[in-house]
């Protein structure tokens, strides 16, 4: 059985081999990209998702649901601006937005009407949520939502889960066990695995919890959604124990706080969304 597996190994790390250079040889464009991206990129790329063997391709254009890369090859992109793009690349009626608006300035440093107008929308579509704040990112935006849970609560404790992404920001990213976070920061988040009702109503006990993270739809890690009942538990468990729940990438319903990219059409804005 040893020997068998190993054979087997052996042909798949044949056959990829082969793929790759094919893969390589059909695409010098991307590769001589590579080969100077990866003298000013980590890995060669600027976004870890976007990281492939033997290179990663360089997009040039998209459209609708395709891409193309320097070399003429189109693909259909599944990645879509990891979640982002629910109406599909360029689309018209956002280009024809984004044109309009260029013209007249793009950092105006003061209020005006369409932001108003943007957020009347965003409220419109999203059930429970009154007031909103736009920042720049999604890393802003759940920044912005854990120090509000905090202060409305009283507590200090973040609960998240394995494999969801909620940014850059030190409380969020990699837990609890990643590189280069300071050791007073380690007790102010838990990391659970998703789906684990037991590990939630333990975590939940402790009375420093003042919101759950979750990433609902879990597009960063191309894993399946979490699942409609372990959410409902999850609603029921915060509104016992007075929590608050922070959504990010819902493009549906939400509860408490939300952040969804699919509302922006790519474009870098990180909006938190709250009640009264």
């Known amino acids: 059985m040893v020997i068998r597996d190993q054979r087997r190994q052996e042909q798949v790390t044949a056959a990829v081999s082969a793929i790759q250079e094919q893969f390589g040889l059909l695409r010098p464009l991307s590769r001589e990209h590579h080969e100077r991206s990866i003298t000013r990129f980590h890995s060669g790329v600027t976004h870890d998702s ?56 793009t950092h105006l440093g003061g209020n005006h009407a369409l932001e108003v107008e943007w957020a009347e929308q965003v409220c419109a579509l999203v059930p429970g949520a009154e007031r909103v704040r736009f920042v720049s990112s999604g890393t802003e935006a ?12 009283g507590r200090t404790t973040l609960v998240q889960f394995q494999t969801h992404f909620h940014g850059w920001n030190d409380t969020t990213f990699g837990g609890i066990g ?69 959504k990010r990438n819902v493009p549906g319903r939400c509860w408490s706080w939300t952040r969804s990219s699919a509302a922006f059409a790519g474009l870098p804005v990180g909006p938190s969304k709250h009640t009264e």
């Not at 189109?74 to 690349?89: A, E, K, N, P, Q």
């Not at 280069?180 to 590990?199: N, T």
């Open 50 to 105: 976007r990281y492939m063997e033997p290179f990663q391709l360089a997009i040039t254009r998209a459209e609708g649901a395709y891409k193309w890369d320097a070399d003429g090859f189109r693909y259909v992109d599944f990645v879509t601006g990891h979640g982002s793009l629910i109406l599909g690349h360029s689309h018209p009626k956002v280009v024809e937005a984004v044109a309009r608006q260029l013209p007249l300035g």
């Open 178 to 246: 990643a590189a280069g976070l300071p050791v007073s920061l380690r007790s102010a988040a838990r990391v659970l695995p998703c789906g684990d009702y037991e590990a939630v109503r333990e975590a939940l006990s402790d009375e420093t919890v003042a919101a759950v993270i979750i990433e609902t739809s879990n597009p960063t890690f191309f894993t399946l959604p979490d699942p409609a009942a372990f959410l409902r538990f999850l609603r029921t468990g915060l509104r016992s124990f007075d929590s608050f729940e922070l």
């Open 142 to 153: 759940t920044m912005l939502a854990i120090r509000l849970a905090r202060v409305f609560t």
